[in-house]
């Protein structure tokens, strides 16, 4: 019975990417601009949408109120932190997201043409692009979305930092705001697609700043930042 169940669940969620694929993409291409459909769909009808089928519920804290440019570095343990971040986002946010992505029919087209930041993991001057490309949409006022693990962590402890979102920050002048993600990993651990109703909490956090002074190092700058979420674990 639970792995019927499982397959409704698992269709459902397949119906609505799409459905929100297909939506968003005629949007962009009536209105010739991705500003709506980055608000409506991934905000109001995919997340939501998501969560409602799996049983979750979200709580946020500390949103910023600041609507300015910022660099929204969260943890990863779950492929519902993704909707999480969308649903908590105080503004229209877009991902730096893996290349492999950009590939996957309606949804990768829809990231596309929305002006998702894609990032070939394998090639590190063409990921370098990639950040370089981010920093001059953030210079317009775009704020992003970036997992700095890199991946998704298996056992839902939070792993090292990588350093390309705070070198990002550093050349750009554009601050850093942690985010905690939490209970995501509990009701859908990475590579299962079995969900426990449950609920997710968002916490942000005060922006952080490139300083000489108080860091000695983008990694430096990337320890600080984790070492901010981690501590506020409960």
């Known amino acids: 019975m639970w792995k019927v169940f499982q397959a409704i669940q698992l269709i459902l969620i397949l119906l609505l990417t799409l459905l929100s694929g297909c939506l968003g993409i005629l949007m962009m ?21 998501i969560f409602w089928v799996l049983g979750a519920r979200l709580q946020v804290q ?26 908590a986002m105080p503004v229209n946010a877009y991902f730096i997201a893996k290349m492999e992505l950009k590939k996957i029919p309606i949804m990768g087209w829809f990231m596309s043409l929305a002006g998702m930041v894609f990032i070939d993991r394998g090639k590190r001057e063409k990921a370098m692009e990639s950040m370089q490309k981010a ?32 070198i990002l920050s550093k050349e750009s002048g554009i601050p850093v705001i942690p985010a905690l993600i939490q209970g995501a990993h509990a009701v859908m651990p990475p590579g299962s697609l079995k969900a426990h109703p ?35 674990i409960v």
Request: hydrophobic fraction near 40%; glycine fraction near 6%; aromatic fraction near 12%.
């Open 135 to 166: 920093g001059r949409e953030m210079q317009k006022g775009k704020s992003v979305i970036v997992f700095p693990e890199g991946t998704r962590s298996k056992d839902g402890e939070i792993k090292l930092f990588k350093r390309g979102a705070f």
């Open 62 to 87: 500390d949103v910023p109120k600041d609507r300015s440019s910022f660099i929204y570095a969260a943890n990863h343990a779950s492929p519902l932190d993704i909707p999480a971040m969308f649903m």
């Open 29 to 49: 291409l009536v209105m010739r601009s991705p500003k709506w459909a980055m608000k409506l769909i991934p905000n109001y009808l995919w997340s939501p949408g």
């Open 198 to 232: 449950g609920t997710i909490k968002v916490r942000f956090f005060e922006a952080m700043h490139w300083d000489e002074e108080r860091h000695a190092s983008p990694e430096d700058f990337a320890n600080q930042c984790q070492a901010i979420i981690r501590t506020n």
